[in-house]
Nanobody, 128 residues
Framework: QVQLVESGGGLVQAGGSLILSCAASGRRFSRYAMGWFRQAPGKEREFVASISWSGSSTTYVDSVKGRFTISRDNANNMVYLQMNSLKPEDTAIYYC?????????????????????WGQGTQVTVSS
């Protein structure tokens, strides 16, 4: 069983920055591809970013490219989402997710169905 706990959300003005963290339990974390998703009020959950277990590959939804950066620290079972130039439309609950299936070292995915474990989420609110 893998437990994921997000932190770092909060209220920020447009143009500001936040760093979200995801702490993961489990001895095999270093072999899990990881992802960040978000769900805005009244909308479906959407993919934000993914990173391969090796850290060699990353993918992003177009709306955050150039503004958000996903990274990981396998030694400490952590995944991060650096969010810069935040916009009001980035307001959402942000979820960390783990793909615990044995994949290639450069594997990333934006499909929810490919993720096996989810955190409880952290709220990010961007004011205009």
């Amino acid at each position: 069983q893998v437990q994921l706990v997000e932190s770092g959300g909060g209220l920020v003005q447009a143009g500001g920055s936040l760093i979200l963290s995801c702490a993961a339990s489990g001895r095999r974390f270093s072999r899990y591809a990881m992802g960040w998703f978000r769900q805005a009020p009244g909308k479906e959950r959407e993919f934000v970013a993914s990173i391969s277990w090796s850290g060699s590959s990353t993918t992003y939804v177009d709306s955050v490219k150039g503004r958000f950066t996903i990274s990981r620290d396998n030694a400490n079972n952590m995944v991060y989402l650096q969010m810069n130039s935040l916009k009001p439309e980035d307001t959402a609950i942000y979820y960390c997710a783990a793909n615990a299936r044995n994949r290639a070292s450069d594997y990333t995915t934006g499909f929810e169905s490919e993720y096996d474990y989810w955190g409880q989420g952290t709220q990010v609110t961007v004011s205009s």
